[in-house]
């Protein structure tokens, strides 16, 4: 697993464009404090076949165009991790990669049509899947999609890849760091081998460390690890353990990630290991471990999820303002935000159904059309800015909202404010800013499934998944 968290909602950003968040298996009312991972609003099964199928010249028309920020997924992974329900495929037949990037090419010059000629990028970010499944030659021409085609110039913007350790390879490394990549995210999720087998994750840690010595060689001004708690059999040492070993490689940035086990993944197949209730106080447990170990260790909290060295780069990395739209999305499992209208391509899990839309991408010669997506509403533009704004450990100035919408948070969202001050998730900001407490932070994946709108959550408990 691996996501992209420069350019998700923590900061980035993970990735506003990454393939898809975990779908809620736990209700609201089921007090567990893990139900979703929100990193965009409305969740992409709250998407639905567009039957006008607008074209994107009219959705691109008057919207600001000055610093948009661009991802390109690349749907394809060298294994699928047992918690992962991301939309990759597993591995590729012979010329399924070089058929995919030019299909990535074909929808790059419909889209760059559609925008205005004086569009500018002011952040990119390659996500997955894994991207460096790609080859180094492979990677060449991703990056020459991006600049040549979309015009976004990959040496004066901030670019984030992810990486997988079997597939960060001297040769990709070298291609990335040419081409300007500023943060290199790398999927570890456990140094401990027994864990990572049983997260149905087949790595050895000497595999691990060779891969970030490798990066570290390649000079990324940012270097991003990913960690997982909550894996069966781990324990407060052994978590403890893994960040250790995380810190010896000094990162600019850790993230820190809830196990979940969700539906058609290789781990719900196997069942749940304990009842929810041990299991929603063991990871609670491991996550504030994690958390007073990184701050202890001179780290500032971002979000619930990541964490940033002191004095670590920043512009660099990849700062994306999750509130805002203006994100151009490119790949099969890519989504795109414009003011009105959210849109992607269909999404699934299950092996078979993520393999016949790759092939349905790939067989596509017109991209001019808008396919999956769901259209915004006032008031869901409201939610969604006090939504990700709120899951930021810095929180949201109410004079900030106003200004934008007209009213302030209080008089929109009474209930569920009034809700969180009750179950002490809120800080005291003077009236003046919105800021979670640290209980309220520890609940961020409870405080996010609150504020969905009912339509939303309608919408996404019909979706039959695939």
Partial sequence: MTVTPAVTPAVTPTAP??????????????????????????????????????????????????????YLHIPFCEVRCGF???????????????????????????VREALAGDARFALAAFGGGTPTYLSAGELERLCDIAEQRMGADLQAVPLSVEASPATATADRLEVLAARGTTRLSLGVQSFVDREARSAVR???RAEVEAALGRIR???????????????????????????????AWQPEELYLYPLYVRPLTGLARRGEPEGQAAWDARRLAL?????DHLLD????????????????????????ACQTDGMVGLGCGARSYTSRLHYSFDYAVDAGEVRGIIDAYVATEDFHRAEYGRYTTPEEAR???????????????????????????????????????????????????LVLSPEGLAHSDAVGPLLFSGEVRRLMAEYEAK
């Avoid at 089921?30 to 998407?47: D, N, R």
């Avoid at 960690?227 to 403890?240: F, M, N, P, V």
């Fill in 287 to 291: 996550y504030r471990t994690g958390r």
């Fill in 84 to 110: 992962c329900n991301l939309f990759t495929r597993i591995g590729s037949p012979e010329g399924l990669t070089t058929a995919y990037l030019d299909a990535l090419d074909r929808q790059a010059a419909a």
């Fill in 297 to 320: 260790r001179g780290y500032r909290q971002v979000s619930m999820r990541m964490f940033r060295r002191a004095a670590s780069p920043q512009a660099t990395a990849g700062e994306y």
């Fill in 202 to 204: 087949p790595q050895k």
């Fill in 383 to 433: 939610r969604r800015h006090l939504l990700q704004s709120l899951l930021q450990a810095e929180g949201m100035e109410v004079a900030d909202y106003r200004a934008r919408f007209g009213s302030a948070p209080a008089e929109d969202f009474p209930a569920e404010l009034a809700a969180f001050e009750a179950r002490g998730w809120l800080a005291d900001g003077n009236g003046r800013r």
């Fill in 217 to 247: 060689t390649a000079g990324f001004p940012v270097l991003n690890i990913d960690l997982i708690y909550g894996i069966d059999g781990q324990t407060e040492a052994s978590w403890r353990h893994s960040l250790d070993a995380a810190l």
């Fill in 17 to 70: 464009g990454t393939s898809a968040s975990p779908a809620p298996t736990a209700t609201p009312e089921s007090g567990s404090p893990y139900q979703s991972y929100v990193y965009a609003y409305p969740h992409k099964t709250a998407y639905r076949a567009l039957p006008e199928r607008p074209p994107l010249r009219e959705l691109w028309a008057g919207e600001p165009q000055h610093a948009l920020s661009l």
